[in-house]
């Protein structure tokens, strides 16, 4: 009977989401303006966004110049340099996070520092980063590798700080090496605050990139959203900004299912 209850409940929760969508695309529709002479008055209408975005999705991967990539090719590099930064965070900030949660006195001594540079705004490194590496695409990467790479370090000590004792003293007693300790004891029982620090730091890290890559121009889905609006596109910009926010929904969704297959109970 639960199960049926929790069914029935999905169901009207789905029903609720499509009929209040409904609602927003109509009154969108009908708030906006007809073109005038074929020049568009206000915001373009969802039925003028639903076309342009089926001619882009119909030919996503075209390349006719530098200013006129297909929507594809954008999100490639998007995600690709999305990847790149996001991984090396990652990395640093779990060899970092163990040593931080392991350790309370080189905790107490890294903390004033990170706390100072934390709030920081990652696009505020831009400018250090175009002067020094001297690559607008690597300087978006290290944009996210900033972005990325505090909640995962915070996360990741929390976790690792918070395993039992008991967990700890047993593998001392086996004699495990500090790397089997490490990977059979520390990182699975931190893996669920891990892993959490993994999915806030993916949103972080894709709002960064958009808001980079139209400060550095070029490629990627920022640059695009700027160009179109340049050339007064509304339609492509409305459609890149729903289709980043897919890409965000689905980017979440993955570390989400990720989390419940790494949850355990105590």
């Not at 006129?68 to 690709?80: A, C, H, P, R």
């Not at 990395?91 to 996070?97: H, K, N, Q, R, S």
């Amino acid at each position: 009977m639960d199960q049926l209850a929790a069914i029935s409940e999905r169901k009207k929760a789905i029903l609720s989401s499509l009929a209040l969508l409904a609602i927003l695309l109509a009154v969108w529709q009908l708030t906006t303006k007809p073109p005038i002479q074929g020049k568009a008055e206000g915001l373009p209408g969802p039925v003028a966004v639903a076309a342009r975005a089926w001619e882009m999705i119909s030919d996503p991967f075209y390349d006719r110049g530098p200013n006129d990539k297909g929507i594809g090719i954008q999100l490639g590099y998007s995600i690709g340099r999305l990847l790149v930064g996001y991984t090396a965070a990652a990395f640093v900030a779990i060899c970092l996070g163990v040593m931080l949660g392991l350790s309370p006195t080189f905790y107490r001594a890294l903390n004033p520092y990170i706390q100072i540079l934390k709030p920081i705004s990652p696009l505020a490194w831009m400018p250090l980063f175009l002067y020094t590496i001297k690559d607008s695409s690597r300087s978006a990467m290290m944009v996210i590798f900033m972005s990325s790479l505090w909640p995962i370090l915070a996360n990741t000590a929390f976790g690792v700080a918070g395993i039992k004792r008991d967990y700890l003293n047993v593998s001392a007693l086996l004699q495990l090496s500090w790397f089997k300790r490490l990977w059979k004891v520390i990182l699975p029982a931190a893996a669920p605050a891990i892993v959490a620090g993994l999915r806030i730091s993916i949103g972080s890290a894709w709002v960064a990139i958009v808001a980079a890559e139209m400060l550095i121009g070029g490629t990627g889905i920022g640059y695009f959203v700027w160009n179109e609006w340049n050339n007064l596109q509304l339609t492509s910009v409305i459609f890149a900004i729903l289709l980043t926010g897919f890409v965000g929904v689905v980017l979440d969704m993955g570390f989400g299912s990720l989390a419940k297959v790494l949850a355990y109970k105590e």
